[in-house]
């Protein structure tokens, strides 16, 4: 494995730290995985492979699918809101609708229950998230989803939700 470090900007956020040389106005950084060239070469060739298969335009559309996908778990009482954009989304867990109350239980029981399931997720206690990868397809948005159902269904059967 060799990492790669980068940091992005918008042109007039990066506009502060230009300046003329004499003035020293500049952004004096450094990072750990900065610089290598072999990293450089794939993080290029990664940046490629994305534009030239529209990924991010694919990430967008699935994403939009996946946040379909889980609004659908609102059914059970317990999801404030689904959040995020593209593939990578978050959901609020709560212990009821009414007052919105988080609901810790659930989310720790959720963790154990989705490794029950074989689903391996960043799960909070107040809320997990979901990052498919750019190239799933919608087949596996839906067995990811289903598995994410499973797993809180069945947390759902271990916590005291009053």
Same mark, same amino acid.
């Given at each position: 494995?060799?990492?790669? /470090? ?15 040389? %004499? ?19 794939? /993080?290029?060739?990664?940046?490629? %492979? ?65 490794? %029950? ?46």
């Amino acid at each position: 494995m060799i990492p790669l /470090g980068a940091m992005i900007a918008r042109e007039e956020m990066g506009e502060a730290f230009f300046g003329r040389p %004499e003035d020293e106005v500049h952004f004096a950084h450094g990072h750990t995985f900065a610089g290598n060239p072999l990293a450089c070469a794939v /993080g290029l060739a990664v940046i490629d %492979e994305i534009v030239e298969k529209g990924l991010d335009c694919r990430a967008r559309e699935l994403g939009d699918y996946l946040a379909r996908k889980l609004e659908g778990l609102k059914q059970y009482g317990v999801v404030r809101e689904v959040r995020g954009r593209g593939l990578l989304r978050g959901v609020e867990l709560v212990r009821d609708e009414r007052t919105m109350a988080p609901f810790p239980e659930l989310g720790r029981m959720l963790k154990r229950t989705a490794l %029950e399931q074989g689903l391996v997720m960043r799960v909070d206690p107040n809320w997990f998230a979901v990052a498919p990868a750019l190239i799933a397809e919608q087949g596996d948005i839906d067995e990811l989803c289903a598995l994410v159902e499973q797993s809180l269904k069945k947390a759902l059967e271990r916590v005291d939700v009053a």
